[in-house]
C-alpha cells in the first residue's frame, strides 16, 4: 500500500480525490487534509496567506500519522502567487517540516506537461484575469510556452465548487487554441476527475487538471507509477525522455 498525502484548502472539490483513488484501481490511499483556508478569495493578499507556512504546516503532523510517503499542496493559486522561486521555498519548508519529499500543483502542472512533452499549453481558468496570468508567467518560468489564457473571473474557490459539467466543457473549449499541445484548467476547486477522457476526446489532445495533476505528482514523488485510462493521457502515455 501506498499512501499519499495532500493538503487541501477548504472544501469545494475534495471529492475528487476518493473518486480519483477509485479509478487509480490499485494498492494506492490518497489521504486528504483541508487547510484553514483563511479568507476565500482568488485575490493575491488572500492567497499568499492561504500558502503561508504556517497554515500548511498545521495539517502535517495528521499526514505524518497516516503514514503518507509524501505531501502535496493541493492548491495552484495559492502556489504559483508565490512567484517561482517563492513557490520552490514554499515547498522546501512543507518538505523540512513533513519530513517526506513535497511539491504542489503548480509544480506538478510544469512537470505533468513535460511528462506528456506539451511544450505548448493553453490555460482555462477559474481566476479573475490577473491572477490568471500569474498562472502564466509560472508556466513560462518553467519553461513552457502560454498559447494563451482564459480568466473566467470567479473570485471565491466556494464559487468554483458549484460548476458542473457544462461550465467545465465550456471553459476547455473557451481556453483550446489550434498551436497547443495540451489545455490546462489549474484550480482544485474545480471539479473534473470524472471528465477527463471526455474532454480529451473532444478537444482532440491532453488536458490536465488541477485535482488530476496534484494525485500525478504524488505517485511521481512516491516513485510509483500507475496506469489509469479513465484519468487521461497522463496516466497512459510513456515518459517522455528529457536530453
Known amino acids: 500500500m501506498t499512501a499519499l498525502g495532500f493538503l487541501y484548502p477548504g472544501h469545494s472539490a475534495e471529492d475528487d480525490y476518493p473518486r480519483i483513488e477509485q479509478l487509480l484501481g490499485s494498492d494506492i490511499r490518497l489521504d486528504l487534509v483541508h487547510t484553514d483556508i483563511g479568507e476565500d478569495a482568488h485575490r493575491v493578499d488572500a492567497l ?86 500569474l498562472f502564466a508567467e509560472f508556466l513560462r518560468a518553467g519553461g513552457l ?55 480529451e476526446k473532444e478537444l482532440g489532445k491532453p488536458v490536465l487538471t488541477a485535482n488530476q495533476v496534484t494525485v500525478w505528482e504524488a505517485l511521481r514523488l512516491a516513485d510509483r507509477r500507475v496506469n489509469a485510462t479513465t484519468l487521461g493521457a497522463l496516466f497512459t502515455r510513456e515518459p517522455i525522455v528529457q536530453a
Not at 477559474?126 to 496570468?133: E, K, L, N, R
Open 48 to 133: 499568499l496567506e492561504m500558502g503561508s507556512a504556517r497554515r500548511l504546516a498545521a495539517g502535517v503532523e495528521q499526514l505524518r500519522m497516516a503514514g503518507a510517503e509524501s505531501v502535496v499542496w493541493a492548491c495552484t493559486s495559492g502556489s504559483f502567487v508565490f512567484g517561482w522561486e517563492g513557490a520552490h521555498d514554499q515547498v522546501r519548508a512543507l518538505a523540512h517540516t513533513a519530513g517526506m519529499p513535497a511539491s504542489s500543483t503548480s509544480f506538478a502542472f510544469v512537470h505533468a506537461a513535460r511528462e506528456i512533452g506539451a511544450g505548448r499549453v493553453a490555460v482555462g481558468a477559474t481566476y479573475p484575469d490577473d491572477v490568471a496570468s
Open 145 to 199: 510556452e502560454v498559447t494563451g489564457v482564459r480568466g473566467s473571473g470567479i473570485i471565491t474557490a466556494a464559487e468554483v465548487g458549484t460548476w458542473g459539467e457544462a461550465e467545465v466543457f465550456a471553459l476547455a473549449r473557451a481556453a483550446d487554441s489550434e498551436d497547443a499541445d495540451a489545455v490546462l484548467l489549474p484550480d482544485t476547486a474545480l471539479h473534473t476527475a470524472a471528465h477527463i477522457p471526455s474532454l
